[in-house]
């Protein structure tokens, strides 16, 4: 009996080491293998062998990993403070550097995210992180790419979520938005004018060619008008006899053939301080 309790023991033993040594990678991550304290290979994906005591292994995914920045507080070149938050995608491409190079590979990509998305946006006005999001994002990943590639890190992507203003802020925001509201409708109307002032200009082009045309337009007015319901009473009036009273008052504003002036002023040719023919009253003289 004691013989084979002999036997069992080596037994257990063989079997636990193997299942200490034994180790499985799916097929998204990498264990970096050391020896004695010494960096010796990355390996994996699969069924991997390590000796117990000896070899010790970390296990690195290489899946993008999705970070929230918290949100920062960032006064901006024009010295409005706002609240700004942010995404990063980063991932592992050398699970070596991100072992030795780093403590904690992500801890230290958090931090440096937040103290990079404080620095850039820093540097550009409100009116910009509002409307170019697309370039800082760019400006963001490229400096955090460039910073985490001794890490064996790659940043994919960076994006801001929200931008947070105080009420004052948005409220200013909304006048400015209503007043180039208005700028642009008063320039509209303006230009819209111009337009209207060169095509009437070619209309009464069109129509001095030939009267018939403005007696036509005429009747199209006291058309338009009778059918409104107004009260105005409108007699028609041709445009011939416009122009013979025309006519009329270019001859009697005219000198008259017996040398009289017209509107009954005296003419030219009368002596100073003596009566007109006709005049019968007489002259007190000193």
Known sequence: MYASYAYLVPIVLVVLLLFAAIRILPEYKRGVVFFLGRFQAVKGPGLLLLIPGIQKMQIVDLRTVTLDVPEQDVISQDNVTVRVNAVLYFRVVD???????????????????????????????????????????????????????????????????????DESMIRAIARQAEAERERRAKVIHAEGELQASHKLVDAADVMSSNSAALQLRYLQTLSDMSNKNASTIVFPLPMDIMEAFKGHLNKSGSTSPDGNAPNGAPASGTPSGRTSAGDETPRNEV
């Open 95 to 165: 699970p070596e550097k991100a072992i030795i190079q780093v403590e904690n590979f992500g801890v230290a990509t958090s931090q440096l995210a937040q103290t990079t998305l404080r620095s850039v946006l820093g540097k550009h006005d409100l009116d910009e992180m509002l409307s170019e999001r697309d370039r800082l994002n760019n400006d963001i990943q490229e400096i955090l790419d460039a910073q985490t590639e001794s890490w064996g890190i790659k940043v994919a992507n960076v994006e801001i979520k929200h931008v947070d203003l």
